[in-house]
């Protein structure tokens, strides 16, 4: 069953902007909290933002000032607008939801506190 579809993401060069769009599925009861994450191979997976029902939008210090995390509660849609897009944001992203929660942490979003994952949806940055 797919519970979370990521899209939006392709190749830009340095300097670029996307916007990655995340659909959570309506199997997914509270999606009160979701966040979007970013892994390459090797690499522990990495939390970028989250954003949750109260408005708070915690960012990973590497993003702040360059993305920006938004999320339409009524489309069960959230998005990640990413500007000044450098090689090193190349990775796989993937949207989460946090479900056994109603709120956001305050910190820089932590895998183990998200329960679904999406499939993923590719950022390249090149110099």
């Known amino acids: 069953q797919v519970r979370l579809v990521e899209s939006g993401g392709g190749a830009v060069q340095t300097g670029g902007s996307l916007r990655l769009s995340c659909t959570a599925s309506t199997s997914i009861i509270n999606i009160d909290c979701m966040g979007w994450f970013r892994q390459t191979p090797g690499m522990e997976r990495e939390g970028v933002a989250a954003a949750d029902s109260n408005g708070i939008t915690p960012y990973a210090d590497s993003v702040k000032g360059r993305f920006t995390i938004s999320k339409d509660h009524a489309k069960r849609i959230l998005y990640l607008q990413m500007d000044n897009l450098q090689p090193e944001d190349t990775a796989m992203y993937y949207c989460?939801?946090?479900?056994?929660?109603?709120?956001?942490?305050?910190?820089?979003?932590?895998?183990?506190?998200?329960?679904?994952w999406g499939q993923g949806t590719q950022v390249t940055v090149s110099s």
């Open positions: 989460a939801v946090r479900e056994l929660g109603f709120s956001c942490p305050l910190i820089v979003p932590r895998a183990m506190d998200f329960d679904y």
